[in-house]
């Protein structure tokens, strides 16, 4: 399984960003997949989640309302859309899998997840 996060880079404050996260080796459509990241000297931390066909998605509240999970499984590929970015959202960003649920299900735990992408920094200036 490979996970391969795409995306990232610097951005000012007030703009936005979209992250891909390209998935092989699996069958996408039946994996949870979630986003994550880890901000430096700080503990990873869960941003969004989304069920095997899109119908339910989970966000921290920190960036509810600004970020979008979304995904493509004719693609294999999960999408984060980061808009009114903060520099506070500067993180190495993850996206992970999980084939733990059932449709209709996601999870926002970092340890209910199987498989995880390389990362990708997002840096954001004030």
């Known amino acids: 399984v490979q996970l391969q996060a795409s995306g990232g880079g610097l951005v000012q404050a007030g703009g936005s960003l979209r992250l891909s996260c390209a998935a092989s080796g699996l069958t996408f459509s039946r994996y949870i997949m979630g986003w994550f990241r880890q901000a430096p000297g700080k503990e990873r931390e869960f941003v969004a989640t989304?069920?095997?066909?899109?119908?339910?998605?989970d966000y921290a509240d920190s960036v509810k309302g600004r970020f979008t999970i979304s995904r493509d499984n004719a693609k294999n590929t999960v999408y984060l859309q980061m808009n009114s970015l903060k520099p506070e959202d500067t993180a190495v960003y993850y996206c992970?899998?999980?084939?733990?649920?059932?449709?209709?299900?996601?999870?926002?735990?970092?340890?209910?997840?199987?498989?995880w992408g390389q990362g990708t920094l997002v840096t954001v200036s004030s």
């Open positions: 992970a899998a999980s084939d733990r649920g059932v449709a209709g299900s996601y999870s926002v735990r970092a340890y209910e997840y199987d498989y």
């Open positions: 989304i069920s095997w066909a899109g119908t339910r998605k």
